[in-house]
């Protein structure tokens, strides 16, 4: 360390530490954790994927803490990444509302033939009716043949 002297007075001044300080690096800022938002949005998402689908949608909601715990734990050491996720979780409160609302209104234009596009497994398929009359006599049996055993022409 090294004393310093008062250039107007001529008295010695105290040890000088900024001269021998090794500058350190900024202490890092501890990010706030990104599990619960990114899990809200996984779950929003596999909740309108189970009006198309229910094994898909379920597989993402089972799924959405697992890969929101996965997601943190490498944004955590990635800054791209964190500031990416972040955005997406952030613009995601909107989002969520448009994701929400698209739950109910695309069932109910999928129900009037309003979508100009199929989705499979939104509306459910009804059975068709059965014809009025006995159903057993025309039920194949074993043989293949309807119950009264004759053979098809």
């Known amino acids: ?3 310093d002297i008062a250039p107007s007075s001529g008295k010695i001044l105290p040890p000088s530490r900024s001269a021998d300080r090794v500058d350190k690096p900024p202490r890092a800022t501890r990010k706030k954790s990104l599990v619960k938002p990114l899990e809200e949005l996984f779950t929003t998402v596999g909740t309108v994927v189970y ?3 229910q094994v898909d949608g379920t597989a993402i909601i089972n799924g959405a803490n697992g890969l929101a ?3 943190n ?3 955590r050491d990635n800054p791209a990444l964190y500031k990416n996720l972040e955005r997406m979780v952030t613009g995601s409160a ?3 509302v448009f994701i929400a609302a698209g739950a109910i209104v695309i069932p109910i234009m999928a129900n009037h033939n309003l979508l100009p596009f199929n989705l499979p497994g939104l ?3 009804t059975e068709p009716e059965t014809p009025s009359g006995n159903i057993e006599s025309t039920a194949p049996t074993s043989s293949g043949y309807p119950l009264d055993d004759s053979p098809a022409a």
């Open 123 to 125: 509306i459910p398929e």
């Open 51 to 53: 009006a198309v689908n």
């Open 69 to 71: 715990v996965s997601l």
């Open 1 to 3: 360390m090294t004393q």
């Open 94 to 96: 909107w989002g969520s």
């Open 73 to 75: 734990t490498v944004a």
